[in-house]
């Protein structure tokens, strides 16, 4: 708040279509979480006002506060210092409290974080890491990336293994100062790790490799039910193409459950619309076209790998109303995006 009231004459002279399409996308959010409310006969687990507090006071003003924020004073270098630190903190306290005596149950048994929350600090971890291997080769950056795959490994989270593997690959992929032949070094050399790590999570029993195998077998009751979410939101935008649907999707499984359809794209079609499907589509193929400059040509390319990740995990299981992770990062990406073409002559950052 502190930060819009001071520098918030900024936003209102930022040229980007982006900004405009995600604002005009905000206005259709916020119109279907008041409308889902009161001419719906959805009954929502939590109240109206909690759901607005949440949306202005948790994803909408600490997203223009980043955009309001003069990225020249920001010391990112010591920001991702102290984010590695932590998360290599977090994870081996995540794998010395591990339940090794239930490894079905994928929890951390002090610390309680559930294992998509796991799954994903090791994938943010493994980015990093690989992010400053590749800008300086030591060990340590070796070292936290098998901690990395490891809590992967422990918390069988598919979605934070399958958004390293792209994430990584597009880091070696757009990386100039790594050499053709390397690149396949490190792409090779990356597969052939995952399988090492695959046949050692079966020789020991771990739900990773169970999951893993559930998927070739067709039996994975999390992906039908994940399924069954696709096809009723492609089937809510094909019965109510033009004005949409309700902000979340009311379903009858094993029971009646009240949530999202576990994909960006087919949410944004369901709740918005034609208008707000296509505009949140261009929201993600934007972003992530200036994610990808920012990669090449920024030392902030760290930003851009989370990001990324980001996107594939919101493809695969999150939703755009909760995942406030997303809309941060997103304008962290517009932010530097904005920063750099107004610089062309000084990207450099603290």
């Given at each position: 708040?502190?930060?819009?009231?001071?520098?918030?004459?900024?936003?209102?002279?930022?040229?980007?279509?982006?900004?405009?399409a995600i604002?005009?996308?905000?206005?259709?959010?916020?119109?279907?979480?008041?409308?889902?409310?009161?001419?719906?006969?959805?009954?929502?687990?939590?109240?109206?006002?909690?759901?607005?507090?949440?949306?202005?006071?948790?994803?909408?003003?600490?997203?223009?506060?980043?955009?309001?924020?003069?990225?020249?004073?920001?010391?990112?270098?010591?920001?991702?210092?102290?984010?590695f630190i932590?998360?290599?903190?977090?994870?081996?306290?995540?794998?010395?409290?591990?339940?090794?005596?239930?490894?079905?149950?994928?929890?951390?048994?002090?610390?309680?974080?559930?294992?998509?929350?796991?799954?994903?600090?090791?994938?943010?971890?493994?980015?990093?890491?690989?992010?400053?291997?590749?800008?300086?080769?030591?060990?340590?950056?070796?070292?936290?990336?098998?901690?990395?795959?490891?809590?992967?490994?422990?918390?069988?989270?598919?979605?934070?293994?399958?958004?390293?593997?792209?994430?990584?690959?597009?880091?070696?992929?757009?990386?100039?100062?790594?050499?053709?032949?390397?690149?396949?070094?490190?792409?090779?050399?990356?597969?052939?790790?995952?399988?090492?790590?695959?046949?050692?999570?079966?020789?020991?029993?771990?739900?990773?490799?169970?999951?893993?195998?559930?998927?070739?077998?067709?039996?994975?009751?999390?992906?039908?039910?994940?399924?069954?979410?696709?096809?009723?939101?492609?089937?809510?935008?094909?019965?109510?193409?033009?004005?949409g649907n309700?902000?979340?999707?009311?379903?009858?499984?094993?029971?009646?459950?009240?949530?999202?359809?576990?994909?960006?794209?087919?949410?944004?079609?369901?709740?918005?619309?034609?208008?707000?499907?296509?505009?949140?589509?261009?929201?993600?193929?934007?972003?992530?076209?200036?994610?990808?400059?920012?990669?090449?040509?920024?030392?902030?390319?760290?930003?851009?790998?989370?990001?990324?990740?980001?996107?594939?995990?919101?493809?695969?299981?999150?939703?755009?109303?909760?995942?406030?992770?997303?809309?941060?990062?997103?304008?962290?990406?517009?932010?530097?995006?904005?920063?750099?073409?107004?610089?062309?002559?000084?990207?450099?950052?603290?």
């Open positions: 708040m502190l930060v819009i009231f001071f520098n918030g004459k900024k936003i209102f002279h930022i040229k980007s279509k982006l900004f405009i604002v005009f996308f905000w206005i259709i959010m916020f119109v279907k979480i008041i409308y889902s409310f009161y001419y719906s006969s959805i009954n929502y687990p939590e109240s109206i006002l909690k759901y607005v507090f949440t949306f202005f006071g948790v994803l909408v003003l600490p997203s223009l506060s980043i955009l309001a924020t003069p990225l020249e004073k920001i010391n990112f270098k010591f920001i991702i210092k102290i984010l932590t998360l290599i903190i977090t994870a081996l306290l995540s794998v010395f409290s591990y339940d090794f005596n239930n490894l079905e149950s994928r929890l951390s048994k002090y610390l309680k974080i559930n294992p998509i929350a796991l799954g994903y600090i090791g994938a943010n971890l493994g980015l990093i890491s690989g992010f400053l291997f590749f800008k300086n080769k030591r060990l340590i950056f070796i070292l936290t990336f098998l901690l990395a795959i490891l809590l992967i490994a422990l918390s069988a989270s598919r979605g934070a293994l399958i958004s390293l593997f792209i994430s990584l690959l597009l880091s070696i992929i757009f990386n100039y100062n790594i050499k053709l032949k390397n690149k396949w070094g490190y792409f090779i050399g990356f597969n052939v790790f995952l399988i090492v790590v695959l046949f050692l999570s079966l020789n020991y029993n771990l739900a990773f490799s169970e999951r893993i195998l559930k998927l070739f077998y067709n039996s994975d009751e999390s992906l039908r039910q994940r399924t069954v979410l696709w096809l009723a939101s492609i089937k809510g935008f094909l019965n109510n193409p033009f004005l309700t902000f979340l999707i009311s379903l009858k499984l094993k029971k009646s459950i009240v949530t999202y359809p576990h994909n960006f794209i087919f949410e944004s079609f369901y709740t918005g619309g034609i208008i707000g499907g296509m505009l949140y589509l261009y929201i993600l193929l934007d972003s992530f076209k200036k994610a990808l400059k920012i990669l090449v040509n920024s030392e902030l390319g760290w930003i851009s790998l989370i990001f990324i990740q980001f996107i594939i995990f919101g493809l695969l299981s999150s939703s755009i109303y909760f995942f406030y992770q997303f809309w941060l990062f997103l304008f962290l990406i517009l932010s530097v995006s904005l920063f750099l073409k107004e610089n062309k002559n000084n990207n450099k950052f603290n």
